[in-house]
């Protein structure tokens, strides 16, 4: 496996708080001047040679990682990537003791043992910033009225240091501002995620595209001022009031591919949804019944998936049934391209008819040209001219596929109709995975 080490330490979107397992509260070092987050992100994108390697690739093994173990030549491992920390040293809150403790070695479990914090989303609208913070399992929420002169002449910016939240203003015209604004009432609690209520924003229907004989690509626009990324394996929910029911139901966002590359539908502030319409779905039925410019009711995200897991497998397993898909579509193109430790992804689609498998071209070309990927289609009621598989998931299905090539890690992620999933969860114990080795996506 090649190791790069690499120039930006840590990553620009993962803030660390420096503290010791167990202990309460967090320990933060004085920084000599100049040495603070918004320093250390200039310096690292001054575009200094900060790896030491003059743009070089190197493959790095423990041998030579350990050499690299003193406070001016200092780098660790990461999830299987090698980082030159030794640039940082000064920059970091918590001290050169504090990142000293990884050098030379794999520094994984101390990483993940630090409290990366992330935005979830940005509002602005009608005079009020919402920004919704999550803090490992804590969520943090700031609301901040502005006055009206406040509020029509900014852009909104948010960013993070070690125990912060920053959220800068900026000015669009010259003019002072008279006041700023207050902040409101209980804008500084904390609250646990699980205790937390969903916060809805009100999208707008700016496209549909007929995918198959029952399911359409929705894309929704977000408010304006709105900011939201939804994490890979996340879902988020729609809600809606139909014939006077307040109806809620969760969908999983999807990319407007699955080929390889750039991805830049995270850049159009719009959200897309491949969906299944049901005769007898009472909200599947209502978005179907949408017009252009319509609108629907959509919270932040949710979710207990982690990709922690993926790191270091070298063989990933997908299981899916008809729209349990969805989940699948992003963690496919993110293990192909971002995963280097995976060799092999296979998935086992089910569905009842031909007509009913969605992105079969794409997966067909996605088959023919990554060598690390495979599809097998499954029907349950095929026609006569089906030659591929047929029946339904079982035991001797999932002994077949779910193999475990000598020296490899295995990981299988599991999603469909509640039943299947069940079912499937069920088998994939009885091929000896642990609970640490599968994910099943619900709702």
């Known amino acids: 496996m090649l190791n790069i080490p690499s120039q930006s330490f840590p990553a620009p979107s993962s803030q660390q708080r420096a503290a010791q397992p167990g202990q309460s509260g967090r320990i933060k070092v004085a920084l000599k001047p100049g040495h603070s987050l918004m320093d250390w992100i200039r310096f690292s994108k001054s575009g200094k040679d900060l790896t030491g390697l003059r743009g070089r690739l190197i493959e790095v093994s423990n041998e030579e990682l350990q050499k690299h173990n003193s406070r001016n030549d200092c780098w660790t491992s990461i999830r299987g990537m090698v980082y030159n920390v030794t640039p940082y040293m000064d920059y970091h809150p918590g001290g050169e003791d504090e990142l000293m403790k990884a050098a030379g070695i794999d520094g994984t479990d101390l990483f993940e043992q630090v409290l990366n914090a992330g935005c979830t989303v940005v509002d602005l609208k009608d005079g009020i910033i919402r920004v919704e913070v999550l803090l490992g399992k804590m969520s943090?929420?700031?609301h901040l009225r502005l006055s009206e002169n406040v509020y029509k002449d900014i852009a909104v910016q948010t960013a993070f240091s070690v125990g912060k939240i920053q959220v800068t203003i900026y000015k669009e015209a010259e003019e002072k501002w008279s006041s700023c604004g207050q902040p409101l009432e209980f804008h500084d609690t904390f609250l646990a995620k699980k205790d937390r209520g969903l916060f809805f924003r009100d999208c707008v229907l700016v496209s549909k595209t007929e995918l198959n004989h029952n399911t359409h690509?929705?894309?929704l626009q977000l408010p304006s001022g709105s900011a939201m990324h939804v994490p890979v394996g996340a879902h988020v929910y729609f809600k809606s009031r139909i014939h006077d029911i307040e109806t809620v139901r969760p969908y999983t966002p999807v990319d407007q591919g699955l080929s390889i590359g750039p991805n830049n539908s995270s850049e159009n502030n719009n959200l897309s949804f491949m969906i299944k319409i049901y005769p007898n779905g009472v909200l599947t039925r209502h978005l179907n019944s949408l017009c252009l410019g319509d609108h629907i009711s959509v919270s932040g995200p949710h979710g207990t998936f982690s990709l922690r897991p993926l790191h270091g497998t070298t063989v990933l397993y997908f299981l899916a049934a008809g729209t349990g898909f969805t989940p699948?579509?992003?963690?496919?193109?993110?293990?192909?391209q971002e995963i280097t430790t995976i060799r092999k992804t296979l998935l086992l689609f089910f569905n009842r008819q031909e007509a009913d498998i969605f992105c079969r071209r794409e997966l067909d070309e996605l088959t023919a040209?990554?060598?690390?990927?495979?599809?097998?289609?499954?029907?349950?009621?095929?026609?006569?001219?089906w030659t591929g598989r047929k029946g339904r998931v079982d035991n001797a299905l999932i002994k077949d596929f779910l193999s475990r090539p000598k020296?490899?890690?295995?990981?299988?992620?599991?999603c469909g109709p509640t039943l299947f999933t069940e079912q499937t969860i069920r088998m994939v114990k009885q091929q000896g995975f642990s609970e640490e080795e599968f994910h099943a996506f619900q709702g």
């Open 217 to 219: 690509m929705f894309q």
């Open 407 to 414: 020296g490899s890690k295995c990981y299988v992620c599991v």
């Open 369 to 385: 040209n990554e060598e690390r990927f495979q599809v097998e289609h499954i029907l349950s009621e095929p026609r006569d001219s």
């Open 140 to 142: 943090y929420v700031i």
């Open 328 to 336: 699948m579509s992003r963690l496919i193109r993110l293990a192909l």
